[in-house]
């Protein structure tokens, strides 16, 4: 069964640099055609799409947050890694990982985020 | 930056039929996809490609897309739809998601 994981600290302080680690199995970030990206949701809001790596180690990036943000993978480890740099208190929120599919060949128009990790909630507070 | 508005809540009738929109510029021309979100639970997608189900998912789920306007529609409505709904669609090589809308089954 295929599944994702998110870990980090659940409270970071203002100013502070977050690392948050996505671990998945049963596919590789090796593997031609996968991808994963990192979503967000503050408490009670909408989700917002943050940054994506792909197998090939391209790389996107939310246009309001890509001075802040850097994603990387471990394929030896199954694992993709978000930092996000000089958090404040308006980043507070679920931070999700999740595998992109269903790409019929373009994934950056057709692809859909078919498998979600349980998420893991951040609080940004001194 | 490209945007897509959904209506913040929508109410509907155990067996009635609920419509839910999305709203974009020339959203036709994309693909919209579609994300179903319970209190205290992960998104899980309902519809990808404007109207395709994955697998596992009910046959009372479809969608389309047309002009500047997507649509998730849920006919027979059950108890066990009420949720948040979300859209999604790529512009460029970015994601955008809708605002969410309140499924509220009365």
């Known amino acids: 069964q295929v599944t994702l994981k998110e870990s980090g600290p659940a409270l970071v302080n203002p100013t502070q640099t977050l690392t948050l680690t996505c671990t998945f199995s049963e596919f590789s970030l090796s593997t031609s055609g996968m991808r994963v990206s990192w979503i967000r949701q503050p408490p009670g809001k909408a989700l917002e799409w943050l940054a994506h790596i792909d197998w090939n180690d391209d790389k996107l990036y939310s246009t309001s947050l890509t001075t802040r943000v850097t994603i990387s993978k471990d394929t030896s480890r199954n694992q993709v890694v978000l930092t996000m740099t000089d958090m404040d208190p308006v980043d507070t929120a679920t931070y999700y990982c999740a595998r992109l599919a269903y790409c019929g060949g373009d994934c950056y128009s057709r692809g859909a985020f078919d498998l979600w990790g349980q998420g893991t909630m951040v609080t940004v507070s001194a | 930056s490209y945007e897509v508005t959904q209506p913040p809540s929508v109410s509907v009738s155990p067996g009635q039929a609920a419509s839910i929109t999305c709203s974009g510029d020339k959203l036709g021309d994309k693909f919209a996809c579609w994300y179903q979100q319970k209190p205290g639970q992960s998104p899980v997608l309902v519809i990808y490609?404007?109207?395709r189900r994955p697998s596992g998912i009910p046959e009372r789920f479809s969608g389309s897309n047309s002009g500047n306007t997507a649509t998730l529609t849920i006919s027979g409505t059950q108890a066990v739809d009420e949720a948040d709904y979300y859209c999604q669609a790529w512009d460029s090589t970015t994601v955008v998601f809708g605002g969410g809308t309140k499924l509220t089954v009365l």
């Open positions: 490609q404007d109207s």
